[in-house]
């Protein structure tokens, strides 16, 4: 196999591994420290001067990035955040499609697979998951668009039917990639993980993380929020209302209630301002629900103070407040259980 190394990444890379840094530079027109400094935002190691490394694709790569920023779409500032956010996101999803692919591999290599099949398997697969990522990247596009496209026509309208007619414009954000709004924050984390997994094997393992992220998942997606991210046994998601992530939140906790092969969950919600960059969230609503998480029982939700006011009065939800708790960062932190009410309804529906 070792032999097929160079066969295999110049189909990856769309061509051999032919310029050094000063000449990528030259032909890019991009400086060369600007160059170093982009390489290592996508996540990538500086390399030696001489060192034939880069293709024509990196090199057309760097002028993409110069059109971008001619064009005022973005700046050098945030052509850097924006190589930073590609490469964190993008480098989780190759480790899992190049293990996807070795593991097919080596299944293959049992019986008849040589190096000619394999190149053919290869470049007859990375079109078709090119494809995929392509499409499923155009649908978020669409998806995020529409919602902006809403939340900008509900603002016009409420700045027309104010008293005095519309006002002047707020001023847009400093750096490109940055939102803040008022957002509803859920941290959801199973149970006892720690001391599970000292009794599980690898393949165990990887069957109740895959079950733990399927089900988070589909409740999530169902409800209308966002999965921001997932850290081992943490599911971190965003939503745009409270009684949205209160909705997810219940259901999460029904799900893995009655899922025999995952342990018990327990979640923390918190609403209030949050900064929305490159993907991931920040602010004093992400750091009280991952508080709220950290205190609460298993089976159970607890939300903070303001995702609580959102929710009184509405017949779906029960809310009983509890004593302040002593947390890192807030000495005292009111929590408040949150129960399904009579009426309440799964997420996403009716």
Same mark, same amino acid.
């Not at 480098?91 to 080596?106: F, G, Q």
């Not at 327990?266 to 609503?285: E, K, Q």
């Given at each position: 196999?070792?032999?097929?190394?160079?066969?295999?990444?110049?189909?990856?890379?769309?061509?051999?591994r &032919? %310029?050094?840094?000063?000449?990528?530079?030259?032909?890019s027109?991009?400086?060369?420290?600007?160059?170093?400094?982009?390489?290592?935002?996508?996540?990538?190691?500086?390399?030696?001067?001489?060192?034939?490394?880069?293709?024509?694709?990196?090199?057309?790569?760097?002028?993409?990035?110069?059109?971008?920023?001619?064009?005022?779409?973005?700046?050098?500032?945030?052509?850097?955040?924006?190589?930073?956010?590609?490469?964190?996101?993008?480098?989780?999803?190759?480790?899992?499609?190049?293990?996807?692919? %070795?593991?097919?591999?080596?299944?293959?290599?049992?019986?008849?697979?040589?190096?000619?099949?394999?190149?053919?398997?290869a470049?007859?697969?990375?079109p078709?998951?090119?494809?995929?990522?392509?499409?499923? %990247? @155009?649908?978020?596009?669409?998806?995020?668009?529409?919602?902006?496209?809403?939340e900008?026509?509900?603002?016009?309208?409420?700045?027309?039917?104010?008293?005095?007619?519309?006002?002047?414009?707020?001023p847009?954000?400093?750096?490109?990639?940055?939102?803040?709004?008022? @957002?509803?924050?859920?941290?959801?984390d199973?149970?006892?993980?720690?001391?599970?997994?000292?009794?599980?094997?690898?393949?165990?393992?990887? @069957?109740?993380?895959?079950?733990?992220?399927?089900?988070?998942?589909?409740?999530?997606?169902?409800?209308?929020?966002?999965?921001?991210?997932?850290?081992?046994?943490?599911?971190?998601?965003?939503?745009?209302?409270?009684?949205?992530?209160? /909705?997810?939140?219940?259901?999460? !906790?029904?799900?893995?209630?009655?899922?025999?092969?995952?342990?018990?969950?327990? !979640?923390?919600?918190?609403?209030?301002?949050?900064?929305?960059?490159?993907?991931?969230?920040?602010?004093?609503?992400?750091?009280?629900?991952?508080?709220?998480?950290?205190v609460?029982?298993? /089976?159970? &939700?607890? &939300?903070?103070?303001?995702?609580?006011?959102?929710?009184?009065?509405l017949?779906?939800?029960?809310? +009983?407040?509890?004593?302040p &708790?002593?947390?890192?960062?807030?000495?005292?932190? @009111?929590p408040?259980?949150?129960?399904?009410g009579?009426?309440?309804? +799964?997420?996403?529906g009716?």
């Amino acid at each position: 196999m070792a032999e097929l190394a160079p066969a295999i990444e110049e189909v990856l890379l769309g061509g051999g591994r &032919v %310029w050094t840094r000063q000449e990528m530079a030259e032909r890019s027109g991009v400086g060369a420290g600007r160059t170093a400094q982009i390489w290592r935002a996508l996540g990538f190691p500086m390399v030696e001067e001489d060192a034939r490394v880069f293709t024509d694709a990196d090199v057309e790569a760097l002028r993409a990035g110069e059109r971008l920023i001619a064009a005022g779409l973005i700046t050098e500032e945030s052509e850097i955040m924006m190589a930073r956010a590609l490469g964190h996101h993008l480098s989780r999803l190759a480790e899992w499609e190049v293990h996807t692919l %070795w593991s097919w591999i080596n299944r293959e290599s049992e019986f008849t697979l040589d190096g000619g099949t394999l190149m053919v398997h290869a470049a007859a697969l990375l079109p078709e998951m090119e494809q995929l990522q392509q499409h499923v %990247w @155009r649908r978020h596009l669409a998806a995020y668009a529409e919602r902006v496209l809403a939340e900008a026509q509900e603002a016009t309208q409420a700045a027309q039917e104010a008293p005095g007619g519309p006002g002047r414009d707020e001023p847009l954000p400093d750096h490109e990639g940055a939102d803040v709004r008022d @957002r509803a924050v859920g941290f959801t984390d199973m149970v006892g993980y720690t001391r599970m997994t000292r009794g599980l094997g690898n393949a165990e393992l990887v @069957r109740v993380l895959d079950l733990f992220e399927g089900l988070t998942g589909d409740v999530v997606a169902e409800g209308r929020g966002r999965v921001v991210k997932t850290i081992g046994d943490e599911v971190l998601f965003v939503c745009e209302s409270a009684s949205e992530a209160a /909705d997810i939140a219940l259901e999460l !906790t029904a799900r893995a209630g009655a899922e025999s092969r995952l342990p018990q969950v327990r !979640t923390g919600l918190a609403h209030g301002a949050v900064l929305s960059r490159f993907g991931d969230v920040y602010g004093a609503a992400v750091n009280i629900a991952a508080r709220l998480t950290a205190v609460a029982r298993p /089976d159970t &939700v607890l &939300v903070n103070t303001e995702l609580a006011g959102e929710l009184s009065g509405l017949p779906g939800y029960e809310l +009983r407040s509890l004593r302040p &708790v002593s947390v890192r960062g807030y000495s005292r932190l @009111r929590p408040v259980l949150l129960r399904p009410g009579r009426t309440h309804g +799964r997420p996403g529906g009716d």
